[in-house]
């Protein structure tokens, strides 16, 4: 039985432990009856191949086990027939579309609140290892780190930097730096030093001007999306 198949059994029969003590609550049995047609359905699934549950197996499950049965996941199959009975095969089916989108969810968050355990720069590989995107992967960092804004920040073409200076800035965490273009900036553009955090303009400014030595005021800044 594959991880899924095998957690929704173990739920449904917890449901039905906790039915046998509440015999007047017939949504216990209700629901370990709909989690028991859901394993059979994810079995079969499995077996032929059903993008749902090719995604599962492949992105959520460590080792051997379903990987979030604390998360939305878990909650949402908890919940799973309790208080409707499932009727047919399509809502089986659109249940484990939206458990691909919960268990999204999941691995978001717990890349976000272990964001010490990843290395942005392996933000690639993270983001094949559960199924996400990689803009969906730095910003589960972002929020890890309590990046609420980024900014880019332009130094003057005439503020040359060294190849140590310029490592500096590369080192922060998240950030790119690299030359703007004739077409957006004109003859002489700046620097930039993008996906920098900071709490604000005035304080990206003086962030980049300690590491390049200048004042913060011949530096340009504005609030940007995170770039890659």
């Known amino acids: 039985m594959n991880a899924l198949s095998e957690y929704l059994c173990e739920q449904a029969a917890a449901h039905r432990a906790t039915g046998a003590e509440k015999p007047d609550d017939p949504r216990y049995e209700r629901s370990a009856e709909a989690l028991e047609a859901l394993a059979r359905y994810a079995e079969a699934g499995a077996a032929d191949g059903l993008f749902q549950m090719r995604y599962l197996l492949d992105h959520h ?19 799973f027939g309790f ?17 691909c989108d919960l268990a999204k969810s999941d691995a978001s968050r717990h890349i976000g609140t272990r964001e010490d355990e990843f290395d ?20 589960a960092l972002d929020t890890g780190r309590r990046y609420a804004r980024l900014f880019v920040v332009g130094i003057p073409q005439w503020h040359a930097l060294d190849a ?16 703007g273009t004739r077409d957006a900036y004109g003859d002489a553009p700046p620097l930039l030093v993008k996906n920098l955090p900071a709490a604000s303009e005035d304080d990206a400014r003086e962030r ?21």
Do not use: K, N, Y
């Open 83 to 99: 208080d409707a009975p499932v009727r047919s095969e399509s809502e089986l089916e659109q249940f484990l579309m939206d458990l």
């Open 61 to 79: 499950v460590v080792d051997g086990r379903f990987a979030w049965p604390e998360g939305q996941c878990g909650r949402a199959i908890g919940q």
């Open 164 to 179: 140590a200076t310029r490592a500096q800035l590369e080192a922060l965490d998240g950030v790119i730096v690299e030359p």
């Open 120 to 139: 942005r720069d392996d933000a690639e590989a993270i983001a094949a290892r559960f199924g996400l995107s990689v803009d969906r992967v730095h910003h």
């Open 208 to 228: 980049v001007a300690r590491i390049v030595d200048i004042e913060p005021d011949a530096l340009g800044a504005a609030v940007s999306p995170r770039v890659s």
